[in-house]
């Protein structure tokens, strides 16, 4: 049985990485979907948040499973025996940084492969520092992000409008 991770922060979660959930689902018996969870890091939804959002989200997807993590990815990665990284590009802007991860983590884990999609052009610009950034002005990107992450949006901003 293929196992393969895609690690995120997912605050919140988007269509865009939606579609990557369900691209690499089609490709592994088994998809984990790893919250990563930083203390040191400012997020608008707590982890909690983020997995019940998540999950909500996902509960229809077959062979998705939705956990947090808060150990190196590498060690998440061999403790639940994923052969597969899986991580989603954007834009060139993304490039350096998924460049990096990928040589500190096929040096330390030379048996795991990152596996790179390629956003779908609808998403090609959606992120969800985007999606938080309308938000705080009072608009919802529903197009781009699922009905529970809306909600979710709504009660930290009260006057978030399409
Ligand atoms: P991180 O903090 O690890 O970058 P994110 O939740 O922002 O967490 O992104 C998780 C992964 O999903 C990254 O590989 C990112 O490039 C990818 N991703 C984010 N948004 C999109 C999108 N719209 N289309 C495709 N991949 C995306």
Do not use: W
């Not at 919140?12 to 040191?40: C, E, M, Q, W």
């Not at 938080?132 to 529970?148: V, W």
């Amino acid at each position: 049985m293929k196992t393969a991770i895609y690690p995120g922060s997912f605050d919140p979660v988007t269509n865009g990485h939606l579609d990557v959930i369900k691209r690499a689902g089609s490709l592994f018996d088994h998809l984990i979907v790893g919250i990563a969870y930083n203390s040191n890091k400012q997020t608008l939804f707590s982890i909690e948040e983020r997995l019940n959002l998540l999950k909500e989200t996902l509960k229809d997807v077959p062979h998705v499973e939705v956990i947090y993590f808060s150990t190196l990815l590498v060690d998440f990665v061999r403790e639940r025996k994923a052969c597969a990284i899986i991580r989603g590009l954007r834009a060139m802007s993304d490039y350096d940084y998924e460049c990096a991860m990928y040589q500190v983590n096929i040096e330390m884990c030379p048996e795991v492969e990152t596996v790179f999609l390629l956003a779908s052009s609808e998403y090609s610009f959606l992120s969800s520092t985007i999606v938080k950034e309308f938000a705080r002005h009072g608009k919802s990107l529903d197009k781009y992000i699922p009905k529970q992450v809306r909600r979710a949006l709504l009660n930290k901003f009260q006057n978030v409008k399409q």
